[in-house]
């Protein structure tokens, strides 16, 4: 029996491309976001590479719509919490409160409300692997971005006392922190400013959501005994979050 793989937010970006790089790997991929167009495009882009898609269009952020769409799931082999986001880029004191909602809702809730669904699953079947992307601001907060860093804080934070909770039951959990990455996290934390996102990558060769895929490839490949639980990749032209070589 193939593996089934769960992946929030497979839109785009990272989510889309582990979608992908799984389904090459010979995973049932489960693939969730809110745009059904996208949603439609990927399963037929895995489909027709040979493998097999179903996708659920709903917002991880509504605990009613994850319960709904994910609770008939028979069997969940590997999750990957990836849906997330950043919004605005503002000193603290004129930050957006509609803007911290959302970061709060995806990046914390919205991982929250999957993993309840998803973990029992695992627990009841003793194995499983929950991959939870994190991000540097998870460690390193930076000026401008305390909710957003917050948010991924505390990601940090779960992956490691979600790792101590299903140590027993035999499910893996591993976080991954990159760093700089180009997909439309700089757009939507632009809400839709190109110009400005695209400054965000000027003189750098960032990293992709291919190059993420890549990476959890390699995990999920490991042997039974052996897990990854925390992992940075960062461009080769970025050491933290304020330090970043522009050519």
């Known amino acids: 029996m193939k593996k089934v793989a769960v992946v929030t937010g497979?839109?785009?970006?990272?989510?889309?491309?582990?979608?992908?790089?799984?389904?090459?790997?010979?995973?049932?991929?489960?693939?969730?976001?809110?745009r059904a167009d996208r949603l439609e495009a990927l399963k037929k882009e895995i489909e027709s590479a040979g493998g097999q898609c179903d996708t659920l269009c709903f917002d991880v952020r509504v605990e009613?719509?994850?319960?709904?769409?994910?609770?008939?799931?028979?069997?969940?082999?590997?999750?990957l919490n990836n849906a997330g986001l950043a919004a605005g880029l503002e000193h603290i004191d004129k930050g957006d409160t509609a803007d911290w909602d959302a970061m709060i809702d995806t990046n914390v809730k919205g991982l929250l409300y999957v993993t309840r669904i998803v973990s029992p699953k695992m627990v009841a079947a003793e194995s499983g692997h929950i991959?939870?992307?994190?991000?540097?601001?998870?460690?390193?907060p930076y000026e401008n971005g305390a909710v957003y860093c917050a948010s991924?804080?505390?990601?940090?934070?779960?992956?490691?006392?979600?790792?101590?909770?299903?140590?027993?039951?035999?499910?893996?959990?591993?976080?991954?922190r990159p760093g700089m990455v180009e997909t439309e996290f700089s757009l939507v934390r632009f809400h839709g400013d190109?110009?400005?996102?695209?400054?965000?990558?000027?003189?750098?060769?960032?990293?992709?959501?291919?190059?993420?895929?890549?990476?959890?490839?390699?995990?999920v490949?490991?042997?039974?005994?052996?897990?990854?639980?925390?992992?940075?990749l960062m461009p080769s032209q970025q050491a933290a979050a304020y330090y970043t070589h522009r050519k």
């Open 221 to 232: 490949q490991l042997p039974r005994h052996m897990n990854v639980n925390d992992i940075v």
């Open 10 to 34: 497979a839109t785009s970006g990272i989510g889309r491309a582990a979608a992908l790089r799984l389904g090459a790997l010979g995973y049932d991929i489960v693939a969730t976001g809110r």
């Open 194 to 219: 190109q110009g400005r996102a695209d400054k965000t990558y000027t003189g750098v060769t960032p990293l992709t959501g291919d190059d993420i895929a890549e990476a959890i490839a390699w995990i």
């Open 64 to 79: 009613e719509e994850v319960n709904r769409y994910l609770g008939p799931l028979e069997r969940v082999d590997l999750l």
């Open 152 to 176: 991924k804080h505390a990601v940090h934070a779960i992956s490691q006392a979600m790792r101590a909770d299903l140590l027993a039951d035999g499910i893996k959990v591993t976080e991954i």
């Open 131 to 140: 991959i939870n992307i994190g991000s540097i601001a998870g460690t390193e």
